[in-house]
């Protein structure tokens, strides 16, 4: 695939842009990755309703380390693909374009790809700050909390949301398409509906805490939040203690706090 730069329907004036974005990488570590693919979506909303106005930009990268196979085996993006493309600081101008006119940028996941794009391109997105986030992994988690899975592919088939996409799945701009189709369909939720068409309140939805119903560390790794709270609140009455608690898994933090009535 040959890198392309396709920037059409100038956006006029609007309430809001989002830049939606997905990034496929050399592994699953946001804090030593190197991008391999980037695709940016910029598009216009006026409240909730998207104006049909966008701006879109995808590229292969060409990262300073080879890319590992396994990376290959998930987005099908192999070193000899890449081998004549540029590297990642050839694109920033270009990049550039798109970042300066969002107001919020999107992806599925959002603090994993938001961590590599900081980090290779940190004059261009080291100013969207948490209020400017929207993550819409979380915000299925905050719409959907008993459903199994809130992969991407997983919501992409339970909610038909690849309709009008075409293109391969991992692939950076099928995501990048995706994650918009699965914005659409968020909005469309009642837990959403009541936002009154306001992204700031969007925002502070998805940010909110969510309940933790299994731990995933420590000895009690597997065991419900809620019996661990009435079995052993010696072992409560210790985590809450320990700050990283509230640092590294805020929601499990908050969860335990309105499970034991304890005070912030």
Not at 191 to 200: E, G, I, T, V, Y
Request: charged share 25%; aromatic share 10%; with cysteine.
């Amino acid at each position: 695939m040959s890198n392309t730069f396709d920037l059409f329907s100038s956006i006029a004036s609007s309430d809001v842009r989002i830049l939606f974005l997905d990034t496929e990488t050399t592994g699953p570590d946001p804090t030593t990755a190197e991008v391999c693919e980037v695709a940016f979506l910029l598009a216009e909303y006026k409240g909730f309703t998207f104006t049909g106005e966008k701006q879109v930009f995808e590229a292969l990268v060409k990262p300073s380390v080879p890319i590992p196979p396994e990376a290959s085996a998930v987005n099908r993006i192999s070193n000899r693909m890449v081998s004549n493309s540029p590297p990642a600081e050839e694109l920033t101008e270009q990049i550039r374009k798109l970042t300066e006119q969002a107001d919020y940028i999107s992806a599925h996941n959002l603090p994993y790809d938001y961590t590599i794009l900081k980090r290779q391109y940190p004059s261009l997105f080291g100013g969207f700050n948490k209020s400017t986030h929207i993550d819409t992994l979380r915000l299925s988690r905050q719409i959907w909390q008993e459903i199994p899975s809130h992969a991407l592919q997983a919501l992409r088939y339970r909610f038909e949301l690849d309709r009008d996409i075409r293109g391969e799945a991992h692939r950076a701009l099928f995501d990048t398409e995706l994650v918009q189709s699965l914005l659409h369909f968020s909005l469309k939720q009642t837990d959403c509906l009541d936002l009154q068409n306001s992204w700031k309140s969007l925002v502070d939805f998805i940010i909110a805490p969510l309940e933790v119903k299994i731990f995933t560390f420590g000895k009690y790794r597997g065991n419900l939040v809620e019996d661990t709270v009435a079995n052993d609140p010696d072992y409560i009455r210790w985590l809450l203690k320990q700050k990283w608690l509230s640092e590294e898994q805020p929601d499990l933090y908050h969860t335990i706090l309105s499970k034991t009535g304890a005070k912030k």
